[in-house]
Nanobody
Framework: QLQLVESGGGLVQPGGSLRLSCAAS????????IGWFRQAPGKEREGILC????????NYADSVKGRFTISRDNAKNTVYLQMNSLKSEDTAVYYC??????????????????WGKGTLVTVSS
């Protein structure tokens, strides 16, 4: 069965860094566009970054541009989200999602066909 599993979340201080992992099973991740999303308490789920099968990446949110980076390790069938200069407002449950996507931009959350269960990131001193 096709599954995505996030890991790497936890407690980090403001200004710190964290790397999240999204491991795929049941399918070859490199053939899909993978997006990272997050949902803070009381807020809608929002897109962060996506990486396409071609390797190109785009951002959903300007608030993380320059601080977060998405990458892929095809040998490990895993996509990563490197988060630097973390702020308290980055606190959220972070999800990865996958979809077949031919566009040059990131697919919206309604387009994503497969989702992980999320990993919690808490940024606090």
């Amino acid at each position: 069965q096709l599954q995505l599993v996030e890991s790497g979340g936890g407690l980090v201080q403001p200004g710190g860094s964290l790397r999240l992992s999204c491991a795929a099973s049941g399918f070859t991740l490199e053939h899909y566009t993978i997006g990272w999303f997050r949902q803070a308490p009381g807020k809608e789920r929002e897109g962060i970054l996506c990486i396409r099968s071609s390797g190109g990446s785009n951002n959903y949110a300007d608030s993380v541009k320059g601080r977060f980076t998405i990458s892929r390790d095809n040998a490990k069938n895993t996509v990563y989200l490197q988060m630097n200069s973390l702020k308290s407002e980055d606190t959220a449950v972070y999800y990865c999602a996958a979809s077949i996507w031919a566009g040059r931009t990131c697919p919206g959350r309604d387009i994503m066909a497969y989702w992980g269960k999320g990993t919690l990131v808490t940024v606090s001193s």
